[in-house]
């Protein structure tokens, strides 16, 4: 009962210090996406990389500039990885292989972090801070970006215009995540979490012997990692190492880190569209979500089967004892409902119905809040389905804030919401029956296949975490979870775009009678309703053969 009550109070400060800083977070970043002033700083960057700031974009120009920034940012991190024998500061470790160093790079750019490494014994400081956090940073801001110019896609009429992702992405990072970070790395610091350039250290063990130990700059990426909703981790051990997050308030503050932004940008996107309440009901949409899987799986990790669970408390199999299980279930769904490939237990070793909500959380496409921008544009993109379902129930051409949902758009919305599914299933199948990549998996039956399933699942989505049995430093894993990154990345955001600049060319449409009115509790009823039916009949198949199967025997 205590541990109940325990995961409850960490529950009620969460959503208590996030309801404090929702509006004026989110009326921040408003601010930062419509101003027309140019920080010296910015300027400075503007004229490095021979940008105007001031150009607006149509949607063509605007998606190449987030996939060339995206390509050099691949090309940079694989390089730095594949020369790390040379740089300063690699703490004698040798270059990493080409197939690893793909994958990581696909994994960082597109703010997927996920790891098949172990982290304190492949990657040096140079690589750690030059290469690894300084994309936590701008893959984060790029969602941003991407989020904002559907925004105004909603706000601007007969232009095509959506700003420019230069001027965009430039402050999204200077003016919010660079502070945020600083901020956010000095209460973990605070917290103990370590931050250092020390080099590699022998530590006794209490059984005898020594082991090896090496420090870093942990705080300052643990902050942009999660406030990115990044994921990966300094060590192997990932956010359960007592070096990044040392005691349960470390643990609370992480994921308040993981849900500040994607919160508080609805209320960015009321604020820009010139209605709070079409915010709220997109906010309430994601809220509902987020606490039905938070208390799905704090029920199903404390339910009681056999002695050994009621000696514990819950099943504490795979978790840290400082956490427990309610602020575990709490990390875990926090970190699968977004982008964040952060992991404070191993989702592995979570009862079967807990590990499948852990992956259904995935499958909804990280939309409760999501990613920091990606779960912005995600909602949004079925709130243009669920107007459009409405819209067939009425017999009436569907609107939503104003702008008319007809064939074109909705193809853009269907493209989009059919790219994900169809790599995690496609590539689940093609591992399972090929006779390699099965000797990775650590499990027969039903779990067996849900490792599997969730590692493509967590790589399409651009989640990152893993079920942690699975043996993905292959050649085969690393090929095609990088692929299923890359693609799971950017091919949606070419529909969210091309959505966006439809959107910004047509005609305000004025309210009339048979409008529905987005901005009420109804509305975001539907909305949550459309997100469990359009997933549910996608994956539950799938779910069927892993989890559900498992948890049911």
């Not at 990044?244 to 849900?259: A, G, K, Q």
């Not at 669970?309 to 004892?321: D, P, S, W």
């Not at 995690?424 to 399972?432: E, N, R």
Request: charged residues 10%; aromatic residues 10%.
């Amino acid at each position: 009962m205590g541990s109940v009550l325990a995961g409850v109070l960490q529950l009620l400060a969460l959503i208590g210090a996030l309801a404090l800083v929702h509006a004026p977070a989110g009326g921040y970043l408003a601010k930062v996406y419509s101003s027309r002033r140019h920080l010296r700083a910015e300027r400075w960057i503007y004229r490095a990389i021979g940008a105007d700031p001031d150009t607006e974009m149509r949607w063509p120009a605007y998606l190449r500039g987030v996939l060339a920034f995206s390509v050099a940012g691949v090309l940079f991190l694989y390089l730095l990885q594949r020369l790390q024998g040379v740089l300063p500061g690699s703490l004698g470790f040798s270059p990493v292989n080409p197939a690893q160093s793909f994958n990581t790079a696909v994994s960082f750019v597109t703010n997927t972090n996920w790891q098949s490494y172990y982290g304190e014994q492949t990657m040096g400081h140079v690589v750690q801070t030059a290469g690894l956090a300084v994309q936590n940073f701008v893959s984060a801001a790029v969602g941003m970006a991407v989020a904002v110019a559907l925004v105004r896609g909603f706000a601007r009429s007969r232009s095509g215009e959506l700003g420019n992702f230069w001027a965009d992405l430039v402050r999204g990072t200077l003016r919010v995540l660079v502070p945020a970070a600083v901020l956010g790395a000095l209460v973990l610091v605070a917290c103990g979490v370590i931050q250092n350039f020390s080099g590699i250290h022998e530590v006794g063990q209490f059984p005898g012997g020594t082991q090896q130990w090496n420090g870093g700059a942990v705080a300052s990426q643990e902050a942009i990692k999660e406030l990115g909703t990044n994921g990966g981790g300094y060590f192997n051990a990932n956010s359960a190492h007592p070096f990044e997050n040392p005691t349960p308030f470390s643990n609370l503050f992480e994921i308040f880190l993981i849900l500040v932004i994607p919160f508080s940008l609805t209320r960015t996107f009321g604020l820009m569209v010139g209605s709070v309440r079409q915010g709220y009901a997109i906010l309430a949409a994601m809220a509902a979500i987020w606490l039905a899987f938070t208390a799905l799986m704090t029920a199903a990790e404390f339910s009681h089967h056999g002695p050994a669970l009621q000696a514990a408390g819950g099943a504490m199999e795979g978790k840290e004892v400082r956490f427990g299980v309610g602020g575990s279930a709490l990390f875990a769904v926090s970190t699968t409902l977004t982008s964040t490939g952060a992991v404070d237990s191993f989702h592995s070793s979570y009862t079967g119905l807990g590990g499948g909500v852990a992956m259904l959380g995935m499958m909804l496409g990280e939309i409760a809040p999501g990613g920091t921008g990606s779960g912005l544009y995600g909602m949004l993109i079925m709130a243009v389905i669920a107007v459009f379902l409405a819209g067939l129930m009425v017999g009436r051409t569907p609107e939503y804030l104003g702008k008319k949902i007809g064939a074109r758009e909705m193809k853009l919305a269907a493209c989009y919401i059919l790219v994900t599914p169809a790599l995690v299933l496609v590539l689940t199948a093609a591992s399972l029956a090929l006779p390699t990549p099965p000797h990775s998996m650590l499990n027969p039956g039903a779990h067996g296949f849900s490792e599997v399933l969730y590692a493509y699942t967590s790589a399409a989505n651009n989640n990152g975490s893993a079920f942690a049995g699975l043996n993905a430093d292959t050649d085969w894993f690393n090929t095609t979870t990088g692929l299923a990154m890359l693609l799971g990345r950017f091919l949606p955001m070419v529909f969210v775009l091309a959505l966006a600049g439809s959107l910004a060319a047509q005609r305000p449409v004025p309210e009339s009678a048979g409008t529905l009115r987005t901005g009420k509790p109804l509305f975001a009823g539907l909305l949550v309703g459309a997100i469990l039916i359009i997933t549910g009949l996608t994956y539950f198949p799938a779910l069927a053969l892993g989890p559900l199967a498992e948890g049911l025997s």
